[in-house]
């Protein structure tokens, strides 16, 4: 069994669908063992408490010289394997992303490669999308590396864009059509490779 860290920093709509698909067997190979963080009044927290899920806030703010050392104590003293990004605004080193090599996925609500990288995070992504005139956007989960949103790519749905689109309608419906189904795809993916790397 891989046990997962979900990182979090908001609303946790994304954890949600972990959470759900999880307790409907949906995610076998994988234990949402711990959530993490980076804000202490993410309501994400309040959805793991009401699971059951331990959890940890870890402020960047707080804690700007040992930010990654402190996440990473926590990720040991939980034996965790695997961590999924679920809407968590923090960018993680090199050093850090090199140490969890093929072990970190994130989930990023464009059709990567367009509408990611620095700055393109949240709403932001959908105004762009909607600004640039795109008639198909979509959901794209990948391995996490030191650049952001450009590790190789594990799942995409596409969306398509309705006249009359606002970023937040966009926004809800890129959640629901593509980020809330294909994040638990790609985390039982992930988490049944390394539980064979595991056992053997
Ligand atoms: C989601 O749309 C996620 O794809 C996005 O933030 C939102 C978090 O919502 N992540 C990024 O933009 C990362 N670059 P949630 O807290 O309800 O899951």
């Known amino acids: 069994m891989t046990k997962i860290a979900v990182f979090v920093s908001g609303g946790g ?8 698909a999880s307790e409907a ?8 063992a711990l959530v993490l963080s980076s804000s202490p009044t993410a309501y994400a927290l309040e959805r ?13 703010k707080e804690h700007p010289e040992d930010f990654e050392a402190m996440i990473e104590s926590a990720l040991s003293e939980n034996g965790i394997d695997m961590i999924v990004l679920a809407g968590f605004m923090s960018i993680l080193s090199a ?21 990611c990288g620095k700055g393109f995070y949240g709403l932001r992504v959908h105004e762009a999308a909607l600004e640039y005139g795109v008639k198909v ?11 952001p949103d450009g590790g190789r790519i594990i799942l995409q749905r596409a969306v398509y864009i309705q006249e009359g689109d606002t970023p937040e309608v966009l926004q809800r419906r890129v959640m629901e059509e593509a980020e809330w189904k294909i994040l638990p795809e790609a985390c039982e993916k992930v988490a049944f490779e390394l539980s064979q790397h595991k056992e053997a």
């Open 95 to 115: 050093e850090f992303t090199e140490k969890y090599e093929n072990r970190i996925i994130n989930v990023h609500p464009s059709l990567i490669p367009s509408f």
């Open 48 to 60: 793991a408490r009401k699971h059951g899920i331990p959890s940890v806030v870890v402020s960047r």
């Open 13 to 20: 709509t994304n954890l949600q669908a972990l959470i759900d």
């Open 137 to 147: 956007t979509g959901a794209t989960v990948h391995f996490v590396n030191s650049i």
């Open 25 to 32: 067997g949906k995610i076998p190979h994988g234990e949402i």
